[in-house]
Nanobody, 124 residues
Framework: QVQLVDAGGGLVQAGGSLRLSCAAS????????MAWFRQAPGKEREFVAT????????YYSDSVKGRFTISRDNAKNTVYLQMNSLKPEDTAVYYC?????????????????WGQGTQVSVSS
């Protein structure tokens, strides 16, 4: 059974940085597409970034492009989201997700496995 454990959230001032991690277990992740989504209070869950585990190809939402970096560590079966230049509008619960569907996937329904979420709060 695939399990994803998110960690690394916290409270940070605007302009600061945080690194989220997602430890994956229970599968052979070389064929997975991994992603980060976020959900702010009263809003729908939205795509943030994705990485294809085997190729390392990445894709970002326009709102985080140039500030966030998604990466993976094959040896540790862990995906990271480095978040720099954080803004108050980045405040949300961030979720790691995994999909067996091939290619870049931006929709919530494309992902069958989810972490428990980690809270990121950015103060102004």
């Amino acid at each position: 059974q695939v399990q994803l454990v998110d960690a690394g959230g916290g409270l940070v001032q605007a302009g600061g940085s945080l690194r989220l991690s997602c430890a994956a277990s229970g599968g052979s992740f070389s064929s997975y597409t991994m992603a980060w989504f976020r959900q702010a209070p009263g809003k729908e869950r939205e795509f943030v970034a994705t990485i294809l585990w085997n190729s390392g190809r990445t894709y970002y939402s326009d709102s985080v492009k140039g500030r966030f970096t998604i990466s993976r560590d094959n040896a540790k079966n862990t995906v990271y989201l480095q978040m720099n230049s954080l803004k108050p509008e980045d405040t949300a619960v961030y979720y790691c997700a995994a999909s067996l569907r091939v290619g870049v996937r931006l929709g919530v329904s494309d992902y069958g496995y989810w972490g428990q979420g980690t809270q990121v709060s950015v103060s102004s």
